[in-house]
Every structure is written in structure tokens, then in C-alpha cells.
């Protein structure tokens, strides 16, 4: 801090902030606080004290953007009290009456919002607010929705951050961009200018944009832009020109209209009059100091060289010495440079030279050049060039004359060439007329054949082959082809290739193969190739010509194949195959009949057929028999082997029959079904027991229980069926998988197991149910007893996997045929009185009790006549009035409370059929009916009275879950006509905890509506406190369990006390619900709750 009157400047480190941490902005809070945006989050500073806190500790809240980077602050013209903070991380927003910053999504080009980084904001006057980032541009609209302006400022040539938006007109931005400098931005019509290219200045980096009365001030890396708005002139100041250094800081500015523009830099801070700026030479340019040329025997050099210089032939390299004007400047020059030969259509582009003064040229051909080079002028580009002009000369071997009398003399040598060539073929031609003669006649001799001739010759490497026996007549050409041209199959290639390979170098003296062919129907096809060389070098004993002659031997190749193929499926299909004759001894067997049967083809041949079967009583063992009803039978039988016992197959006889109708032969097929008849005894085994835990399943179950009550009923036996149900497995199963839920299943059977003997039956009826079955169940104390083990055995902790679990079973009875006859009514029976074991609270067992039955029973008539009475018209409504007692016991609102008055029973208790209508799904037409019955009336009270009060309707927690509630809400309210206002729900605390995201929107857009909501029952449910401060709920029911006592006990006091003073502190009212007597009345009063509903002021009241 810098006191300007006493010339003093002062170190203020905030509480929290790192040595290494960075103040990127500094902005007036309000009339007493500076805001600090910093690399650590945000910071409060007393103006007068000059005390810096955290702003979390200003705001009474706990988040003070804390490990983000703040970029800049921004307090918003259209908002009032509200601020901007940019950061790494994203756009967060604060204002008066918020705890903690809130962070505003930016969704880009997707459903999700994305992490950015921003680092400028501005607020436009049509009210879009306008955001600059990394790799980010463009503004959030009135409804939050993003519209990216980037493919407008970026043309793909890399990243690019925008830094600074500065509002130069009501159309127009200024943007501090990176790697791009100062960009113009039409709002308008899109359009973007580089003004560092129009400028022609090196400002790649924006450090701040600043609007004064006559100029724009823009900071860059190494120099400060002064930007008249008037003439549009613009003035680059540097170092040089007497700035305290030769780098400037990002963002570190403050402009004062009185004094000027303070600028920080790594060496200290300046005070700038922005009026006064002036360079120090207002005319800098460039000029050539020295040119040296180098030869191959030396180094000419010019100083100060004159223009249109002459280079000698023979120069290596040119080296061109630059020099500036400022004699006083030895910082290292920034060049431009380009070089253009006379005569050359394309335009040369400018290169950047920089930190250099020398430039150095090779490789230049003959001719007339120019040198253009751009310097800078007080940091701006020069618009003129310096230019210098040289001519470089050749050696005479290098002229154009000569490299064209060379080319002349080229091509006389070729035409030469190309003569003598024809003379030659000429001669061929000749020789080729014989050759042609002569295979002719050899073609005759082989016509017979069915054969083609083929000729290979070494000069040319090439294949020419007849092809008369082609079918289309257009084909019978020859064919010509190299070696590697043969349509050869890829298997046979390398021994067609080693067998021509073993006759060129001598070991063969003939060439002989067989190989398959790719045919013109893309089919594969057999040929023989049978040549011998015919032609050899005397002197070096290479073969200069081979012939011979090839043949297609596809029929004859496929007629061997196919009897291959016949012998290869017969000796290895996997079903065993033996053959006969007349007398069934056998004659030929295949490997798969060897393995079954276990003897080797020795074995078997000459072995009668009847001596391989198993002969059973009543089976026929003779082919003869088996055929008595035509000539071929299938069916099972079994085998012996030669070791190892019976062999189960599957057999098929068949009789082959000569010419003359009788049998030759019998062929025998079979195949070994021993795995098939071990799998038929594994399903038989599924269908009957629980494949994770051994025990029998239900069907099992079910045919033992039935044959045990059949066998009860004869011997006067007494039966007990147990039912057990584990409490808590579907969480072990949720939370740790179905592995570990699986084994600790299994642990458990295992467990009830041991529990019993075996004349008892334990069954897996599903899930993680258990039903045990106990014969001769005529004594309660055994069953006790074993009921007593069951609950110690599952009590005891289950160790799994290294983990330790601990769960309880609940346990029903029931007693045959004390409870039941039936096996059905008796399972569930034992089930019904499990369940009354959980509603005892788990880990218990439980006998069968006809008063539940009777209970469940009459539970299951509410719901049928339920369904009903709606359309009976019922249901009818009560209405307790809600009583203000500071304002004269003035009557403020009414609960509408349901009730259902049976056609045969009369009034049904409501916490009965409430519970029966959740339990069957009929709660939320229900709750419908009542909402919209308490509206009619609502509205009639409306229209009726002068004094408006609120009318409350109880939401149950299904329908308040449902995803159309709010719907259901408006759509009532629209057929009604009643005023949202005059309405409120009342919905118990339980209800907000199941679901959360879905209770908090259905909350919100109850608020827009402009009901009010109430907690009913406050205190009484198992839910935390934390969802009053997340809700958005407006009263806070006091149940009337708290108000019974609440004369004599201090504890319901205490309770009272605690729920008024809370519901105080949380802003939120407070009804006292159930107050019957005065004492209770003296209570709540004193205690500051002064809304009252209960009999002492009027029980639920009915209008008809």
C-alpha cells in the first residue's frame, strides 16, 4: 500500500496467502472493503484498518473459492450488489444475502457443463454477459444458455485464451487476447480484426486494455501502446523511450485521471503521464554496414557497399552485415527480410530475423536480386523496405548455349541407338518365322494328347504358352508371363519354384510338377508341367531356353481326392462305424468304434456283433432280430468293453443289399451317450435340489411335504413347518455382491443343517428363505428348542472372505394340522406368522396366531372395498380449524383431514386404511381426490368470506414421489380455480429423505407456485436436521405425542422448546398440532408458539 501524502508504502500479507501466491485484481467492495482476487482464492481488506480477512469470514459462510486461481473480479452494472469472479476452474457469482459464492454452469456444446477457464467478463447494455477464456468466447443469455463466439476470432492455427474485453462503442469489443495480441470484434456483424497486423506492432500478449478521455492504453510484454482516439495514431514506448524496464506485469495498472497511469514492472512501479508520452528518436531505420563475399580462394568485403553490386562467379555464400541508426540502442535487432531474383513470378514472403544482424545467403544462381529488409521504427514495422540490388554472374560452362549443345549431342546418340535396335529385331523376326514352323508340326503330334506347349527364355524371363483348347474362341491366343505371373495356389508356389530353381543351377535335368491353378471361374484346378532345357550356353553352361509341355488334370486329381476323402471321413468321424458281412462278422472298423468299445482292429475283426452287447432279459442281441421289421433299426443300447464295464450308445443297423435283393453286408453306426446319461441324472438332480447350497428345492419340498401330511394322516403324527427368512441379507447381497451374498447362503445352510436330524426336512424355499419340515412334532418344547438353536446358530457372526457379518433370521410356525390341513394354507400360514416375527423386530420366532390371520384378513377386505369407495362416494372431508391466538384467537387456515365412512361398517380408522391403501398403490388417487375436493371447498370459502385463510391438505409420500406431481398439482388447481396461495401441503420429514434430487425440485417448484409446505409431524421421524437448511419448506408442525405431557414433563418441554426456538432461528412458523387442555395451551404459549390446532378449540368440523 502506498500513502501518497506521506510518501510511504506499507506490506499487506492477508492471513492465509503463500509466499508464492500472487493479487491478480484489487476492486472496491463497497465503501469500507477492498476485494482481492488472488492465486488462493478471495480476500476481504478494511480500508480504514487496513486488516485483511478470508471473504468467507465477511460473508458468515465457508467457501472462499479456496485453491482456485481468481483471475479478475467484476462487479455486474445490472445486478445490483452482485459480483463476478473468473477463475480457473470456472464462472462463480455472489450478492447480498448469499453465504458463499455459487458457481454459474457454462454449457458447451453438450447436455454437461464443462470445466473452463475464464478470465474475463463484461455485461453489455442489452444484458448479455459476455465471457473471455482459455480457449473460450462469447455470452450467457437472459436464460443461462451459452453461445460460443470462438470460430470467429480463431482461424486453427493454435490455442488461443482471451484476457481482456474492453467495450470501445456500443458495437464494438476490444479483446487482450494471447497468442493473438489486440483483436477488433464487431458485435454485430461478427467480424474480427488483428489489430497487431494492421498496426504492424509485436504485442502477442494482452497485460491490460485501459480507456482514457483522448486514448486507449494498451500493455504488452515489453512495451506500453498509446492508441490516439482522435487521429487513430498509434505510439509504441519502450525502454528506451524511458520506461523504468524493459518488461511489464500482467495486469498490474491503476489509472488516475488527476495524476496518470501507474504501471508495475519486475523492477518497481511507474508513474506514467499518459499526454506527455514521446519516443526518444522519432526516425530509426536500417542500413547495410558490410557485404562479404565468400570464394572458394578467399573473402572479399565491402563496408558501406554500394548499390547494384557485382558478384563474381564461383561465390559460396554472401553475408550481409546490418546495422541500425540508433547508435545509443545495443539490444539486439528484430528483422524482417526477403530476397527476389529478377524474372520471378512468384512473390517472395518476409522472414523473421531475430536477435541477429548478420544474414547469411548460399546456393544463388545467376541473375539480378534485391534485398528488401523491414525494421522497426519505435516499435512499429516500417511500411518502405531498405532495399539493396546486386547482380550475380556464371562461368561460361554454366551458360545456356552450352547446356543446350549437350543436350543436342544426347539425343543424336539416342536416335543411333533406337536404329540399330530396329536392325535387330528385324533379324528376330526371321529366326521367329522358323521356330513358328516347327511347333506347328509338333503341335499336330500332340493334339492327341489333350496337351498345350509352353517356351521360357532367359533373355526375356518370360512364359509364352498355347491356348488353343480355350472355349471362347477370341482366347486361343498365347498367353505371355513371367514366373511370378502363374495363377499358382500359395501352398503349392514354393515347389513349383524350388523344382525350377533345382533345373536352372544343373541338379535337375528336367522340369516335372503337379500344382493347382486359379481358373477363369475363379475355381482352383489341377496341371502338369513336364519341359526340359533346350537351349544351353556352351561356354557357361546357363540354360537359355526350356519347353515342354502342361495338361489340365482337374477330373483326374478330384476322382483321387474324393476316394481320399471317402477313407479319411471313415476312419475319423466321431460316431463309431462297423461293417459286416451276412453272417454279422465284422470286417472293418473305424478309429471312433475302436475307442469306444476298446479293442484294436486286430480285436475286432472277425468278431461276431452279437458279442459286443450287453444281452438283457426281453432284449434281442442279433442283427437278424433287430430287423425283423425292415432294413434298418435305431435305438439304446449297451456295449462291453474289453475294460472297464458297459458302455452306453446309441446305435443305428442298416442292411446293404447286392443286385439280386439279398444282403452282402450290415453296417452298424453308433455313438457313446455316457455323458448324455450322466447329464439326464445331473438335471434330473437340478429339478430336485438348490444348485448353490445342496439342499432340496421347493418342488422337492412340496412332493415331501405332501407324502408326509399323506403318511401323517394314516399314523396320527403331528407336523411343525418352520419358515425363516434372514434379516438383512439384501444388504450384505447390495453392498458386498452376489459372491459374498452367495457364500454367506451357503454358511447359513449349513448352520440350520446341524440344527436338525435327518428325519427332518431342510428345503431352500427362494431367495433367502428357509422352510425346515420336523416329523412327529407333537411336543412345543422340542420345537422350542430347535427354533432356539436356529436363531443362536444364524446370531453367531459369519466370517467371510476376511470380513465379518452379522445378521438374524426371523422365524414363523405353524403346527399341522393344528393351523392347517392343506400343505398350501400351511406354508403360509408358517409365513404370515414369520412376518408377524419381523413386526416384533427380527431375530425372534413367532407361532402362527388366528387373531393375525383374522387382522390380514380384514386388511385384505379394506383393500378390496377400498377400490370402491371412491365411486360409492365414501370418502368424505373434515376440516380443523388453525387458530392465531396473538391476534384475538382469529381463525388463519384449515387442515383438511380424510375419512372414509363405511357403507356396512361406518367410520373406518384412518391410520388403518391409510396404511392398506399405501400397501396396494391406492393412496395416490386417493390423495387426488382429496386435493381436489378441498379446492372446490376452498373455493367456495373464497368467494363466501371477506377473511382469506390457508387451507392444508396432507401429501402422502408415494404421491409426493411421483414424477408427475407438480402436474397433477397445476392441472387441479387449473379445474378449480383456486389460488395457489390460499393452499398448503403438510408433508412428514421422512418423505424428504427418500430421493433427495426429486423432493428438492418438487419443493422448488411448489415455491414458484406459491404454496407453502409444512413439515407435519416434526420430530417424531428418524431423518437429520440438514434437509431444513437444503428445503425449501416454510412451517414446522409440533406433533401432539409432545404435547400430552408437556404440563408434568420436562422432557416434552425441553422437546417443545428446542423445535420453537429452531424453527425461529430458521425463520420458519410454527403450529402446535393436538392441543387439547389449557395447561397444554399455557405451555406452547410461553414458549412462543402462538398458532394452535386441537379439540380445545374445535374438533374436525364437517360441511355439507
Known amino acids: 500500500m502506498i500513502d501518497k501524502l506521506a510518501h510511504t508504502s506499507s506490506l499487506l500479507f492477508p492471513q492465509g496467502l503463500e509466499v508464492n501466491d500472487s493479487i491478480y485484481s484489487v476492486e472496491s467492495l463497497d465503501a469500507a472493503h477492498l476485494l482481492l482476487g488472488t492465486t488462493h482464492g478471495l480476500f476481504v481488506v478494511n480500508k480504514a484498518t487496513f486488516t485483511a480477512q478470508r471473504f468467507a469470514h465477511w460473508t458468515h459462510g465457508d467457501n472462499s473459492l479456496e485453491h482456485k486461481i481468481v483471475y479478475a473480479t467484476y462487479n455486474d452494472p445490472l445486478i445490483q450488489g452482485r459480483w463476478w469472479f473468473m477463475t480457473s476452474t470456472g464462472l462463480y457469482f455472489w450478492e447480498p444475502g448469499l453465504f458463499n459464492p455459487q458457481h454459474m454452469p457454462v454449457f458447451i456444446g453438450g447436455l454437461n457443463p464443462r470445466v473452463v477457464d475464464i478470465r474475463s467478463v463484461l455485461r453489455d447494455e442489452s444484458g448479455k454477459l459476455w ?19 470462438l470460430d470467429n476470432l480463431s482461424d486453427g492455427s493454435g490455442e488461443m485464451a482471451i484476457n481482456y474485453i474492453e467495450r470501445v462503442d456500443s458495437d464494438t469489443f476490444w479483446l487482450g487476447t494471447s497468442p493473438k495480441g489486440l483483436i477488433e470484434y464487431s458485435r454485430d456483424t461478427g467480424e474480427a480484426r488483428e489489430l497487431n497486423k494492421q498496426w504492424k506492432i509485436d504485442c502477442t500478449y494482452v497485460y491490460f486494455i485501459q480507456d482514457t478521455a483522448e486514448h486507449r492504453l494498451i500493455g504488452c510484454p515489453k512495451s506500453l501502446l498509446r492508441y490516439a482516439k482522435s487521429t487513430g495514431d498509434i505510439m509504441v514506448v519502450g525502454h528506451d523511450d524511458g520506461l523504468l524496464g524493459d518488461e511489464l506485469n500482467d495486469g498490474a495498472f491503476f489509472y488516475d485521471p488527476r495524476e496518470g497511469l501507474y504501471v508495475g514492472t519486475p ?19 536500417v542500413f547495410l554496414e558490410a557485404v562479404s563475399v ?60 531475430d536477435g541477429q544482424s548478420q544474414l547469411n545467403i548460399t546456393g544463388l544462381q545467376s541473375g539480378q536480386y534485391a534485398l528488401d529488409i523491414l525494421s522497426q521504427q519505435n516499435g512499429i514495422w516500417s511500411a518502405k523496405p531498405y532495399r539493396f540490388s546486386f547482380f550475380v554472374k556464371q562461368y561460361w560452362w554454366q551458360m545456356t548455349w552450352v547446356k543446350s549443345l549437350l543436350l543436342f549431342t544426347l539425343l543424336c546418340i539416342c536416335v543411333g541407338i533406337i536404329l540399330y535396335r530396329q536392325r535387330q529385331v528385324k533379324a528376330f523376326k526371321r529366326i521367329n518365322t522358323a521356330l513358328v514352323e516347327s511347333e506347328e508340326r509338333l503341335r499336330q503330334s500332340l493334339k492327341g494328347s489333350n496337351s498345350e506347349l509352353w517356351e521360357w527364355r532367359q533373355d526375356s524371363q518370360m512364359f509364352s504358352l498355347e491356348n488353343q483348347w480355350a472355349e471362347k474362341e477370341d482366347d486361343r491366343g498365347n498367353i505371355i508371363l ?54 544351353v550356353n556352351a561356354e557357361s553352361g546357363r540354360i537359355l531356353r526350356v519347353a515342354g509341355i502342361y495338361s489340365d488334370i482337374t477330373l483326374q486329381r478330384q476322382l483321387e481326392d474324393d476316394v481320399k476323402l471317402l477313407a479319411q471321413a471313415f476312419g475319423n468321424t466321431s460316431e463309431g462305424v462297423l461293417i459286416m458281412d451276412a453272417a454279422e462278422r465284422i470286417k472293418v472298423s473305424n478309429k471312433a468304434a475302436q475307442t469306444i468299445v476298446g479293442a484294436s482292429d486286430k480285436q475286432l475283426n472277425g468278431k461276431f456283433f452279437s458279442e459286443l452287447i450287453l444281452v438283457k432279459e426281453g432284449r434281442a442281441d442279433e442283427i437278424v432280430h433287430l430287423l425283423q421289421q425292415g432294413v434298418s433299426w435305431t435305438g439304446e443300447r449297451e456295449f462291453l468293453r474289453e475294460q472297464g464295464g458297459p458302455c452306453p450308445v446309441w446305435l443305428n443297423v442298416s442292411a446293404m443289399l447286392g443286385s439280386k435283393g439279398n444282403i452282402t453286408h450290415y453296417v452298424a453306426v453308433f455313438s457313446d451317450i455316457t455323458e448324455r446319461k450322466r447329464t439326464e441324472a445331473d438335471l434330473r438332480r437340478l429339478a430336485n435340489y438348490d444348485v448353490l447350497t445342496g439342499l432340496p428345492n421347493r418342488s ?14 394314516h399314523s396320527g403324527e403331528k407336523l411343525a413347518l418352520i419358515f425363516l427368512d434372514l434379516d438383512r441379507f439384501k444388504h450384505v447381497n447390495d453392498s458386498y455382491g452376489h459372491s459374498m451374498g452367495d457364500a ?5 445352510a449349513n448352520r ?3 440344527c436338525i436330524t435327518e428325519e427332518h426336512t431342510l428345503c431352500r424355499f427362494g431367495g433367502d428363505e428357509f422352510v425346515i419340515l420336523l416329523r412327529d412334532a407333537s411336543n412345543l418344547d422340542t420345537i ?20 465379518e457379518f452379522f445378521i438374524s433370521t426371523s422365524i414363523g410356525v405353524s403346527l399341522w394340522p393344528d393351523d392347517a390341513r392343506q400343505a398350501e394354507v400351511l406354508i403360509k400360514n408358517a409365513d404370515q406368522a414369520m412376518y408377524h416375527a419381523k413386526e416384533e423386530g427380527r431375530g425372534n420366532f413367532q407361532y402362527f396366531s388366528s387373531e393375525r390371520n383374522l387382522e390380514a384378513l380384514y386388511h385384505l377386505r379394506l383393500e378390496a372395498e377400498l377400490r370402491k369407495a371412491i365411486e360409492r362416494d365414501e370418502f368424505e372431508l373434515h376440516y380443523q380449524p388453525q387458530v392465531d391466538i396473538l391476534k384475538g384467537d382469529k381463525l388463519i387456515g384449515m387442515e383438511a383431514l380424510l375419512r372414509w365412512r363405511h357403507h356396512e361398517d361406518g367410520l373406518v380408522r384412518t391410520d388403518i386404511f391409510i396404511k392398506v391403501a399405501e400397501s396396494c398403490g391406492l393412496i395416490v388417487d386417493i390423495d387426488r381426490w382429496v386435493l381436489r375436493q378441498a379446492c372446490l371447498q376452498g373455493v367456495i370459502w373464497s368467494q363466501s368470506y371477506d377473511e382469506i385463510f390457508k387451507l392444508s391438505v396432507n401429501i402422502s409420500a408415494v404421491h409426493f414421489r411421483q414424477a408427475d406431481f407438480i402436474e397433477g398439482v397445476k392441472k387441479i388447481l387449473a379445474e378449480t380455480g383456486l389460488d395457489p396461495h390460499l393452499l398448503g401441503f403438510e408433508i412428514t420429514e421422512g418423505v424428504l429423505m427418500k430421493e433427495l434430487d426429486t423432493a428438492k425440485e418438487h419443493l422448488r417448484e411448489l415455491r414458484v407456485l406459491g404454496i407453502e409446505v409444512a413439515i407435519d409431524d416434526f420430530g417424531t421421524g428418524y431423518s437429520s436436521l440438514a434437509y431444513l437448511r437444503h428445503f425449501d419448506v416454510d412451517t414446522l408442525k409440533i406433533d401432539r405425542s409432545f404435547l400430552v405431557d408437556i404440563a408434568t414433563n420436562e422432557a416434552d418441554q425441553a422437546i417443545a422448546s428446542s423445535i420453537i426456538e429452531l424453527a425461529r432461528n430458521l425463520k420458519l412458523n410454527v403450529v402446535a398440532e393436538g392441543v387439547e387442555t389449557k395447561e397444554q395451551l399455557e405451555q406452547i404459549f410461553s414458549r412462543g408458539c402462538y398458532v394452535i390446532q386441537g379439540y380445545y378449540f374445535s374438533k374436525p368440523l364437517i360441511f355439507r
Not at 543351377?505 to 486359379?518: C, L, T
Open 131 to 149: 465471457l473471455g477464456g482459455s480457449e473460450l468466447f462469447g455470452y450467457l443469455d437472459h436464460a443461462g444458455g451459452f453461445h460460443s463466439k
Open 267 to 285: 523492477d518497481g512501479a511507474m508513474l506514467l503521464d499518459v499526454d506527455r508520452l514521446s519516443n526518444r528518436i522519432q526516425r530509426d531505420g
Open 294 to 353: 565468400y570464394y572458394d580462394d578467399g573473402v572479399q568485403t565491402d563496408l558501406i557497399p554500394q548499390d547494384e553490386k557485382i558478384i563474381k562467379p564461383g561465390a559460396r555464400m554472401i553475408s550481409f552485415q546490418i546495422t541500425s541508426l540508433d547508435y545509443l540502442d545495443d539490444t539486439p535487432m528484430t528483422l524482417q527480410y526477403r530476397l527476389r531474383r529478377e524474372g520471378e513470378m512468384t512473390q517472395a514472403k518476409y522472414l523473421l530475423l
Open 482 to 535: 513371367r514366373l511370378e505371373g502363374f495363377p499358382i495356389h500359395r501352398e503349392d508356389r514354393d515347389q513349383v519354384l524350388n523344382a525350377w530353381e533345382s533345373m536352372l543351377k544343373g541338379s535337375s535335368d528336367r522340369f516335372d510338377v503337379e500344382y493347382r491353378h486359379r481358373r477363369e471361374d475363379k475355381s482352383w484346378g489341377w496341371t502338369r508341367v513336364s519341359g526340359r532345357p533346350v537351349e
Open 700 to 713: 422337492l419340498f412340496s412332493t415331501r411335504l405332501a407324502q408326509s401330511i399323506h403318511s401323517a394322516e
Open 744 to 748: 454367506l447362503l451357503v454358511e447359513a
Open 752 to 754: 440350520l443343517q446341524s
Open 784 to 803: 422350542n428348542h430347535i427354533c432356539a438353536q436356529l436363531l443362536e446358530q444364524i446370531k453367531t457372526p459369519f466370517e467371510l472372505y476376511g470380513r
